[in-house]
């Protein structure tokens, strides 16, 4: 340890939203001795894949044992897409690992009935999808699903164009509002969004700031605890 400070480490699987999930921390949990694991080729080998691979199994594992090594009070995994990783690397180490999107996940289902979920790739969707079904599941209550490309946003990000980029996630969130009680956006990164949603009545709900807000609880409880 550097410091007597409570220690979180984030896994990131990309550097896009890295700073926006530092300043939640800075805000949220300002007292915390903050550290970053950054693995951007985790993301890029998922997506040719079309899964997780045994090697980014391999990869995310070894990150939490050596975040709990390095005196982690907790692993904050920021990357849907890998997610489910977490489940067998919880099983490797004593340090609590938080899901980014787990809050979001319970408050869908809670909330409940016909849940959207808005992504604009499938290696992020099917991930949300399933967290949400398993949460349900944990829970004991009925829901459905409605899945949701945003068709073509990833291509427009991809070549620059962020405001067609944007423009579509906003019009399939408008469109899918039509059909759900709440819809869960399965990338953080389009939470910076939410503001500008027009004439969407039902809760639209994001993962950094709830997880972040969970992180906070956790930590608590770990200071009372300890």
Not at 153 to 165: L, P, T, Y
Request: glycine content about 8%; hydrophobic content about 40%.
């Amino acid at each position: 340890m550097f410091n007597n400070k409570k220690r979180i480490t984030i896994i990131e699987t990309t550097l896009v939203p890295l700073e926006e999930i530092r300043k939640l921390f800075s805000e949220i949990l300002p007292e915390v001795d903050l550290v970053s694991i950054v693995d951007d080729s985790l993301l890029k080998e998922v997506m040719a894949a079309g899964k997780v691979t045994p090697y980014v199994i391999e990869r995310i594992c070894g990150y939490c044992v050596f975040a709990e090594r390095i005196g982690s009070d907790l692993i904050f995994n920021q990357c849907s897409s890998v997610g489910e990783v977490v489940d067998i690397a919880q099983k490797m180490v004593g340090v609590p690992i938080l899901k980014t999107d787990l809050p979001m996940a319970e408050e869908a289902v809670k909330i409940g009935g016909k849940i959207g979920v808005v992504a604009t790739l499938n290696t992020t969707l099917g991930p949300t999808m399933r967290l949400i079904q398993k949460t349900a599941d944990t829970l004991g209550k009925k829901i459905d699903i409605i899945p949701k490309i945003c068709e073509g946003a990833f291509e427009k990000i991809s070549s620059g164009d962020k405001k067609a980029h944007n423009e579509i996630i906003k019009g399939t969130i408008s469109e899918l509002s039509k059909e759900t009680n709440v819809i869960a956006l399965a990338q953080g990164s389009m939470a910076v969004l939410i503001p500008e949603l027009k004439g969407v009545m039902v809760p639209v709900l994001s993962s950094p700031r709830s997880g972040v807000m969970r992180a906070r609880e956790m930590i608590d409880k770990i200071q009372h605890n300890g």
